[in-house]
C-alpha cells in the first residue's frame, strides 16, 4: 500500500513559480508511474505529466509543454512538478497518483492506463 502526499502548494503571482512535492510512504516508487493531475474549479481533472520510474521518462501533456518540468528524487522517495510562468487560469487542486509503470514491461508510453493509489492535492491559487 502506497500513500501519496503533495505539497509545496501555495499563493502565487502571475508569471511566477512553485514546486509541487509528491512524497510516498509505506513503499517504494519503484515500479510506479507517477502523475500529475490538476482540478480547475468546477472542471473536470486533467493530466498535467507522467513520470517514469523505470528509465526516468517523461511525459509533459501539451498544454504544460515549456512550463512543467516533472523529477524524482529516489532517496527522497519523492517526485517533483515544477510549474513556471504560472497564469490565473492554472489556479486548482494539483493531485499526483501512481500507477504501473508502462515502462516496465517495454511500452513505449510514459502515463499508465489506470491510476492505483492519489494524493488529497494541494491547492495552487494564482492571482495577484
Known amino acids: 500500500q502506497v500513500q501519496l502526499v503533495e505539497s509545496g502548494g501555495g499563493l502565487v503571482q502571475p508569471g511566477g513559480s512553485l514546486t509541487l512535492s509528491c512524497t510516498a510512504s509505506?513503499?517504494?516508487?519503484?515500479?510506479?508511474?507517477i502523475g500529475w493531475f490538476r482540478q480547475a474549479p468546477g472542471k473536470e481533472r486533467e493530466g498535467v505529466s507522467c513520470?517514469?520510474?523505470?528509465?526516468?521518462?517523461?511525459h509533459i501533456l501539451y498544454s504544460w509543454m515549456d512550463r512543467v518540468t516533472t523529477s524524482r528524487d529516489n532517496a527522497k522517495n519523492t517526485v517533483y512538478l515544477q510549474l513556471k510562468r504560472l497564469k490565473v487560469e492554472d489556479t486548482g487542486r494539483y493531485y499526483c497518483?501512481?500507477?504501473?509503470?508502462?515502462?516496465?514491461?517495454?511500452?513505449?508510453?510514459?502515463?499508465?492506463?489506470?491510476?492505483?493509489?492519489w494524493g488529497q492535492g494541494t491547492q495552487v491559487t494564482v492571482s495577484s
Open positions: 513520470l517514469s520510474t523505470t528509465d526516468g521518462s517523461t
Open positions: 497518483a501512481a500507477g504501473p509503470d508502462p515502462r516496465r514491461g517495454g511500452s513505449a508510453s510514459v502515463c499508465p492506463r489506470q491510476y492505483t493509489y
Open positions: 509505506g513503499a517504494t516508487l519503484d515500479g510506479y508511474a
